[in-house]
Nanobody
Framework: QVQLVESGGGLVQPGGSLRLSCAASESIYSAYFLGWYRQAPGKERELVGFMTNGGGTSYGDSVKGRFTISRDNTKTVSLYMNNLGLEDTAIYYC?????????WGEGTLVTVSS
């Protein structure tokens, strides 16, 4: 059972940047899928972006060009977010697929407000 813990959320002004981290309880080097989702108040959870074990990445249209997923080491994945807007306010969740099992963190809240 892999535990995932997100951190780095908080309050940021429009146009600002944040880095979210997802720390795993064990190595996720062989994870097939490393992803970030978000859920805004009153909305369904949506895919922010993901990275495959080959290093390829894909992003949702709403964050493309502003967000970047990075595998920092064997246990940490980061989401770099730039030029944040009010619409980016949400709880952000990291998820991995490892050994055929999908694991989720508890989420970290990002609030974009002036």
């Amino acid at each position: 059972q892999v535990q995932l813990v997100e951190s780095g959320g908080g309050l940021v002004q429009p146009g600002g940047s944040l880095r979210l981290s997802c720390a795993a309880s064990e190595s996720i080097y062989s994870a097939y899928f490393l992803g970030w989702y978000r859920q805004a108040p009153g909305k369904e959870r949506e895919l922010v972006g993901f990275m495959t074990n080959g290093g390829g990445t894909s992003y949702g249209d709403s964050v493309k060009g502003r967000f970047t997923i990075s595998r920092d080491n064997t246990k940490t994945v980061s989401l770099y977010m730039n030029n944040l807007g009010l619409e980016d306010t949400a709880i952000y969740y990291c998820t991995i697929r490892l050994g055929g099992v999908q694991y989720w963190g508890e989420g970290t809240l990002v609030t974009v407000s002036s």
